[in-house]
Structures are given as structure tokens and as C-alpha cells.
């Protein structure tokens, strides 16, 4: 471990900026998460017009992700890093001091347009940063530990700013405020990240060439994992408060205490999968996770003591992240250069459909006031990643990690 820790202190410089940078992104959407539905209600949007937003903001961000993921190719994927950030900054103070419909549709797409920019963009850059495929995996799983620990952070501050900022909770302006500021400073530190090391394969020609926009047949199989992904996190994950609060019988405070040691094991589990994946090998460690993440989510669908629910509702969140982080970070890293922004594009597509159909399941059961369920599709669905994983990735990721 202490090898470990040192290779982390030694990475490259532009990956350390990226990373100190990364707390504030964090702060910033855990504020957004927490704060963007309640402030629209504050100023008087109803549930129809919010679910409307919504939707438009998820449909364009898809609409915008490939045609994005082709620009950072050709102009360069800082550019379109630190333009994506600028406009969510923009959305932001846009929504802060917005009161009408069209004010805040208009938010939604340039949030959207910014959203599709930065996913495009940001692992293929912090990838550029790496000088060794080893580099690429503990950035990679040190970008989620950071953000996951700093968006808990600012889901809690999202509770307590209110209090200061905007004592009235007639909306939450002051703290939408603080938000767009925090995405501002996001976006100018990360402005002074090193110019990216472009390689010639990907910037010799500016051209548009139709057939360097097809994706390959090995990037449309990863990216169709992200819909496994998608769709296991979103018909159980949103809804933890809800099913914790009735399940348990639990106040308010009780519920945000879980979660927020649930996000402190999410940032354990992200920063040690590397060390894990070192030691136990790809094959192994997937194995492993795999089967925590179904037995643990089994588990949690019968009834059990509140301490046992706590420990296996843990130990699944942790497994769950670890091993999405571990297949999809390392098909990231097999991919070609030349290939990820593109491969980012289409990951977001595909995790958006599987997010947005399994919300809305998850959401019908829960209105039955079933508790138990959604843990049992959750665990049913890694296993179809599982299969999916083995069947079509394992064998050629193995086969692109070995020549490293």
C-alpha cells in the first residue's frame, strides 16, 4: 500500500491540476443535485414544467454528444473541456436568476450542450496526461474517489447554505449563487492545465472525413456496457432516501447520516481499486466485485436487522462502484487514442437510455410502496452486465492490456 500511495504523490502534473480542481466540480454538482429541483419550485414551476425540463435537458445533452465528441477531436479536447465547464458556469447563473419557463429552458440546453462537452472531453484529456496504461487506471479511479467525496460535500452544504443565504426557502438564490461561482472557479483553474500532447493520428487532418466518425465495432461493445451501467445505478440509487426512510422507519437526519457514510465507502472503494486491481488482476478483481455487488443486493431484498442492513446496503454500494469503475475505466483505457472522445460520447448516450428507463421503473414500484424490489432488479441486471462483460469485452481487454 505504501507503494501505492507513492506512485499516486508521483503522478503526472497534469493529472495533480486536474485532481485538485476536481473538489470544486464536485461541491458544485452535489449543490446542483441537491438544490436545482427545490429553488424551481421556490419560484414557482410546477412538478409538469420541471419534469419537462428535465427531459429536454437529458434528450438534448444526447442530441449534443457525439457532434461534440467529434470537436474535441479536431480543436482539441482542453478547449472543449474548459468551454463545457464555462457553460455550465453560464446555466448555472442563469437558473440562479431566472423566475420563468423560457428563462430556464434556456438554461437546460446550454447546460446540456455544456454537460455533452465536458463528458466528451475529460477522461480522454486526463488520459493524454498519463505516460503509462498503470497512470491511466489510479487517475481514472482517483477522478471518482475525489468528485464522490467532494459531491457529498456539497449535498451537505446544499443543506446548511440555505439557512445563511436564504433564510426565507422562498427559493434558494444565495446558494445557486455560491454554485455557478464554484463551477466559475472550476472552469478557470482548469484553463491552466498543461496543453494537451496531441498525436498525429488524431490532429493531422481537419478535414471531415464521414468515415473517421463511425465508431469501431470494439467501441460500440464497451459503450454498450454503459446501458448495463446505466440502468443498474438508476432504478435503485436515486431512490436510496426513499427507500431507506420507509424501509427503516428512519428520520431525515438519520437518512442523511447513511448517506453520506454511503458516499464516504464510494471514495474508499474508488481509491483502492487500482491497488486491487494490481494485486488480484482483471479477470480476478471483476470476479470478485461481480459477485459482492448480486449477493449483497440479494440480501438486501429480504428483511433484515437495521445493523445488517446497514453493513450489506455498504458493502453493495461499495462493490457496485468498484466494479463499474473497474470494466469501464479499463475499456476506456483499451480504447485508441484517437478513439475516446468519441467512445465518451456514446458511453453517455448509452448510460442516459438505461438511466432513464430504469428510473422510471423504479419509480412505478416505488409508488406501490415496495421496498425490496428494486435491490432485486439492480442485482439482476449486473448480472446481465456480467454476462454481457464476459461474453464480448473480457477476452479482448485482456488482449489489449497485455501488450502494455
Not at 442563469?94 to 462537452?117: E, N, Y
Not at 446558494?175 to 496531441?198: C, G, H, K, N
Not at 471483476?286 to 445493523?307: E, K, R
Amino acid at each position: 500500500m505504501r507503494g501505492y500511495i507513492s506512485e499516486l504523490l508521483s503522478l503526472p502534473r497534469g493529472v495533480k491540476q486536474f485532481l485538485l480542481s476536481e473538489p470544486l466540480l464536485g461541491i458544485a454538482f452535489g449543490l446542483y443535485t441537491l438544490l436545482f429541483n427545490l429553488h424551481l419550485l421556490g419560484v414557482n414551476m410546477t412538478e409538469v414544467e420541471i419534469g419537462k425540463l428535465t427531459a429536454l435537458g437529458t434528450f438534448a445533452m444526447a442530441v449534443f454528444a457525439i457532434p461534440c465528441g467529434l470537436l474535441a477531436d479536431r480543436v482539441g479536447r482542453k478547449k472543449i473541456l474548459v468551454s463545457g465547464l464555462g457553460l455550465i458556469a453560464a446555466s448555472y447563473y442563469i437558473i440562479a436568476c431566472g423566475s420563468f419557463f423560457h428563462q430556464f429552458l434556456l438554461a437546460q440546453l446550454v447546460w446540456a450542450l455544456g454537460m455533452a462537452m465536458m463528458l466528451s472531453a475529460e477522461i480522454p484529456l486526463l488520459f493524454a496526461y498519463c505516460q503509462t496504461k498503470k497512470q491511466q487506471t489510479q487517475t481514472y479511479n482517483m477522478m471518482f474517489a475525489v468528485f464522490t467525496l467532494f459531491t457529498g460535500l456539497g449535498t451537505m452544504l446544499g443543506g446548511l447554505l440555505p439557512r445563511w443565504l436564504d433564510p426565507a426557502h422562498e427559493h434558494y438564490r444565495g446558494t445557486m449563487l455560491v454554485m455557478a461561482a464554484t463551477m466559475t472557479l472550476v472552469t478557470l483553474a482548469r484553463s491552466f492545465l498543461p496543453a494537451e500532447q496531441q498525436t498525429r493520428s488524431r490532429c493531422g487532418q481537419y478535414r471531415f472525413s464521414f468515415k473517421q466518425s463511425i465508431p469501431s465495432r470494439h467501441v460500440l461493445i464497451f459503450v454498450g456496457f454503459s446501458f448495463f451501467a446505466g440502468a443498474a445505478f438508476s432504478v435503485l440509487v436515486p431512490y436510496f432516501n426513499i427507500i431507506v426512510k420507509f424501509r427503516l422507519e428512519w428520520s431525515d437526519t438519520a437518512v442523511a447520516a447513511l448517506l453520506t457514510l454511503n458516499g464516504l465507502v464510494l471514495s474508499a472503494a474508488s481509491f483502492l481499486t487500482p491497488y486491487l486491481l494490481e494485486r488480484w488482476g482483471l479477470r480476478r478483481i471483476s470476479f470478485i466485485l461481480f459477485v459482492l455487488t448480486v449477493a449483497s443486493s440479494v440480501i438486501l431484498a429480504i428483511f433484515l436487522p437495521v445493523w445488517l442492513f446497514i453493513a450489506f446496503f455498504l458493502l453493495r454500494s461499495g462493490a457496485f462502484v468498484a466494479w463499474f469503475n473497474v470494466v469501464e475505466g479499463q475499456s476506456m483505457q483499451t480504447t485508441p487514442d484517437e478513439e475516446r472522445s468519441m467512445h465518451a460520447s456514446l458511453r453517455s448516450i448509452t448510460r442516459n437510455l438505461g438511466s432513464t428507463a430504469a428510473a422510471y421503473l423504479g419509480g412505478i414500484i416505488l409508488a406501490y410502496e415496495n421496498y425490496w424490489l428494486p435491490f432485486l432488479l439492480s442485482g439482476a441486471v449486473v448480472l446481465g452486465a456480467y454476462i454481457y462483460y464476459r461474453v464480448l469485452m473480457l477476452h479482448s481487454m485482456e488482449k489489449e492490456l497485455n501488450k502494455g
